[in-house]
């Protein structure tokens, strides 16, 4: 009588990333080999192991081989390396935070009121706009080499972002949606939880995915410029002292952290909120 | 139930609704029809509550509250079934979740009662909206062209689903369709509207015994004369 909207049955994937809409999934059973995750990791073995041979092969001045690089992380780890990871992380921790509760703010309302959006926008165009270098130097000199002008260098360029698209994520709001909640008459709170804010989740999460990528760039160059620690700072020292080693020891660090956040809360929390897509 | 609207207009110079009056007895089905574009789905809003800027009045609106089944099922979809039903339930409910089952077993649904909206067809998504609607515990239930989109056997599959339904927990149906035969099928009476503005042209009272399909042959007996009185406004439609 009724057929169903989709022919096929769905296959759920028992492994990989949330993301991956691959053909993979229509393999009856992945060989080991297939797994997304050793891929990722092969292919980072792959370039180090080309690295590795470069090195070996051509004997360059100015690039150490990895195993050099892994071994200086390992003696920088007993030294101050933990110190200054944790300042930078602190300050990517409140950029990002209060860069996302603004943005998230400014691109709600501009996103629900045309007045405000007609008179915000010309000056969200020029924030999205100005140079991150700029912000970072005009924060400095207004108000001093401190952490307040720090992180508000870091929110200064973030937020507009955020704002930009959340804007898009407010005008997505279905507004049948929105009637049903009135029709049924539900509690404000209910219709926020369970009937707009679900709309707005993969607005917020791609927000915080691009946000994350972009703010702890910028928190490097702001510690470059003008504070007394972090990794940027260490990575300003390293660059006078020409030590190609411990610039390298320090960037793997610091990456292997934020894919860890990316890895291990972005897209988990991805796969939670957007699970009903999938089912 | 009583509805008046004296005059509904969304540009002073051309009216929506004007003089529109009638009323609902306690578990009655009242159908409106008319063409398409005059009007009915403004009006159902109005009963309904989303639209106030009208001139006019509703009155002697029964304790519980005023249902509305949209011509879309408009589930949301980040929700299961079971959620989508318990999401309308009053805060007050003892027990909103064996309800909610109860219902989803009514409408033929129970094995679907953690699927997602995506993953239902059609006539199931109907069902589920059907359920929530029941969920709500309407006294006036409007409904706008509810079944439209499903195929025949579907549509009169889920028309007797809802009057099994009305018979566990009367309620009366204002019921919104372009098709007179579905009209004549569903209701106790039929108004027959004009657009622009829209009125009511006609009153016919349906006392022809139930269960009726369709394609009965009194049905066709019904709706003959009325298809000869008013032809512009009931083979308006693309469908006929």
Redesign the interface.
Known sequence: ??????SQP?QKPSFGNGNSVSGELNASTPHWYQLPVLKRLASVCLLLAFWQVCVVAFNPALLPAPTDVFSRLGSELQGPLLYHLGQTLLRVGIAFSIAMVIGIAIGLVMGHSKRVDDWADSILTLMLNVPALVTIILCFIWFGLNDIAAILAVVLNKAPNVAVTLREGARAVDS??M??A??????PL?TFS??YL?QLYPYVIAAARGGLALVWKIVLVVELIGCSNGVGFQLSTYFQLFDITAILAYTLAFVSIVYGIEALVLRPLEKRVSG??Q? | MRIEVKLKAFEAATPLIADLNFSVEEGEIVALIGPSGAGKSTLLNIIAGLDTDYDGNIANVPERPVGLMFQEARLMPWLTALENITLVAPASHPDPQSEAKKLLSLVGLEKDINSYPARLSGGMAKRLALARAMMFNPGVLLMDEPFSSLDAPAAESLRRLLLTLKKEKPFSIIYVTHDLKEAVTIADRVLILDAKPMTIVHQEIISLPRPRFLHDEAVNEVCKPLYNAFPALLYGDTDR
């Open positions: 009588m009724m057929s169903p909207v989709t769905y049948k949606l009637e049903v009135k029709v049924y008459q539900l509690s209910r369970k009937v679900p009903w897509r089912r």
